[in-house]
């Protein structure tokens, strides 16, 4: 498949509310979208098929979207599950491989995502956002500011190895997000494995496609001079369960075994877990080889590895100096 020049990510806060599962099912959800300077509110409603109301959204699925909206945008009629995974990860070579007429665990949880958003719909009404925002259309009228269908209008052919976009049909996320200009447009040398990142030591994998993007979603926000900043944390988990970069792609500290060790020094029990901490280090690892790309191409000045303590657990990282950003909001 061609790969385009550039993909896109949706960042507007009903995207965001979706992914981290911050929303109410069935029930009208008001969100403030504005400033303490301009309020101003966007209310949505999801109607989610009960066999996925548990399962739920993740920042896997916000990634999906945003791949099937570049084809979206550049008018591809017919998609296969290997087209996306090559939008994922802007790699024309990016292949779902498979044993014995078997599909691949991989292009399991694609399709099986795409099955859930085809089948959730969404009623977004932002018109108080037209109105305080003045949006208008070519005539000078304001625009209807509601958007409502499936989360990816899509018809699955071919027993899953393809799909075709219904016809006249939008994303409706994304036709809110293009109206009040919150999709950022990605070049994909920031994206691809080739050119500015092609010294990266490991493959993209899921795990790999989303820090990418998180990363790149972040460093955009740190590079608007209307957010006024000068140095960034990112920050891989916190305190809280879902706090840090870590729970957005589904790593959780318990989810690993704890272990009790011994000190030599002191003969004190603590319990600790392993698995997290080279977790931790693994996940660190990657987003450097990321970040040191980034900094030989100009897009950051500068970074530096946040510990508790100068022995201790990396826990994220902070951005030193400018941002210049390369993705300008559609």
């Not at 293009?178 to 990142?197: A, C, D, F, H, N």
């Not at 009790?260 to 600790?272: L, Q, Y």
């Not at 510990?307 to 902070?318: C, D, K, Q």
């Amino acid at each position: 498949m061609w790969i385009p020049e550039n993909t896109y990510i949706n960042i507007c806060k009903v995207a965001q509310e979706i992914y981290k599962n911050y929303y109410q099912e069935d029930r009208l959800n008001t969100i403030s979208v504005g400033t303490a300077h301009r309020p101003m509110n966007c209310s949505y409603m999801l109607e989610i098929p009960e066999e996925y109301r548990a399962q739920g959204f993740s920042y896997y699925d916000n990634v999906v979207c945003d791949a099937i909206y570049t084809l979206y945008k550049y008018e591809q009629s017919r998609i296969t599950p290997g087209d996306i995974l090559q939008i994922m990860t802007m790699d024309e070579k990016a292949r779902f491989y498979y044993t014995k007429g078997t599909v691949q665990k991989r292009e399991k949880r694609l399709r099986e995502s795409l099955k859930k958003l085809m089948n959730t719909r969404i009623v977004i009404d932002f018109r108080e956002e037209v109105r305080l925002r003045e949006l208008i259309d070519e005539s000078g009228n304001l625009l209807e500011g509601l958007a409502g269908g499936a989360l990816l209008p899509l018809e699955e052919a071919e027993e899953g190895k393809a799909y075709y976009f219904q016809e006249g049909r939008a994303l409706p996320v994304y036709q809110y997000a293009e109206t009040i200009r919150q999709i950022i447009r990605v070049p994909k040398e920031l994206i691809s494995p080739y050119g500015v990142l092609e010294k990266l030591e490991f493959s993209s994998t899921d795990e790999v496609i989303q820090l990418k993007r998180i990363l790149i979603q972040r460093l955009e926000i740190m590079g608007n001079t209307r957010n006024n900043t000068n140095g960034q944390r990112i920050r891989y988990y916190g305190n809280g369960k879902e706090d840090g970069i870590l729970p957005l792609i589904g790593i959780r500290k318990e989810n690993f075994s704890m272990e009790s060790t011994v000190s030599a020094k002191t003969g004190r029990e603590k319990i600790e877990s392993r698995g997290w901490k080279n977790k931790v280090h693994d996940v660190d690892k990657k987003v450097c080889q990321i970040l040191d790309a980034y900094k030989e191409c100009g897009y950051i000045e500068d970074y530096t590895q946040l510990r508790n303590g100068a022995r201790g657990l990396v826990r994220g990282i902070e951005i030193l100096g400018k941002v210049n950003r390369f993705s300008p909001r559609t």
